[in-house]
């Protein structure tokens, strides 16, 4: 072989690696690889907000802005959400999206970006209940990074990533702009929902209401 | 102590400001903890393992009422010393401020506002609210006893004149 060819098959072996190697740091560090950018639901933007839990296509979608360290979350959690998934969301006739409102505290944020982590590998639910059945005081160390990799440990993460993404801060923007919708959408406590129809009509629901709320607002949407 | 109660409150107006002060605390306690909704329409609602917070602030507010107006008749009919009129209000304002949930409006604001200062004093409400809540009660709980005695040997005095 000439020592042009030499040349040129260098560069281009230097291009084809440069564009492999540029193509796989954008997959790894990218927040919006998997992430429709566009979703809206009404007037607001959950594009950073969680997986949808149930039917995409349902009529009503129910939005949550919530907190890991709130304890109405919690409350909310306990004993109101069971009856959404079971009346609403199993049926079919709504889904929900939950959104951070990260303000309690200093682990509020942490915690947020943690189950962003866990929804790189597909356990965005599990890690979202696991962090609610978990709480205690707020910034008591119970969301502390060594207790939100034990989570994941125990959900059987690949704790490589994991940590990875835990240590490395790199969802944490991601709950900033989901806690900025929130204000931007007027919610000031936690939880607070918005209830929103496929015309996007929607109704604002704030504190840890019952469930016969939801169901009213849901028929009068519907 | 059930004569101090009765020497106030044969009294109309101390009847009617023991119920304004119940009242003007326990609505916007009930509403400031989420016991009361006002949005999407008016409900009440008590979660199962928050009835113990639902009946601490029945009780701050019953004593707060009960105590302050004792206190007020105490300064306008005896002409005496306005100290334990503060150690009523103080009684009242923990009682109140205990448990004004991080979660909500308030919170958010003060916490938006003052930033982690705000966020550790919203946190110690919210962590310690039945402690603090208990602590008011028994705090209120002394104030009134200390009035009715004080207002049984006052009157006693009065009537020896």
Redesign the interface.
Known sequence: MSKKGIIVGGIAAAVIIGIIASYSTTQFDSETLNLDMGRTHGTISTAMGSPILGNPSAPITIVEFG?YQ????Y?WF??TKPQIIENLIDTGKANLVFVDLA????DSIPAAAASYCAEEQGKYWEYHDLLYYSQQ????GWANSERLKAFAFSLDLDMEMFDSCVDSGKFSKRVQFNTAEAGKQGA????TFFIINSEGEQ????????FS?FK??VDSLT | MTESIKLVFSNFPYVVLASVIFVGLLIPLLIISEYIFLEPFLIGHIAADRELGFVLIIVVSALSGLVVSMNVFRIRLMRMSKKKMGGSVFGSVIGSVAGVCGCGPLGFAIISTFGSIGGVAFSFLTTYEIPLRLAAIGFLAFVYYTTTKSLKIECQLNNNK
């Open positions: 907190d709130c304890s109405q979350c409350n306990q004993n303000f309690l505290g200093r005081r707020i910034d008591d000031t406590s936690t939880p109704q604002k629901i704030s504190g840890a209401q019952p709320v009213d607002v």
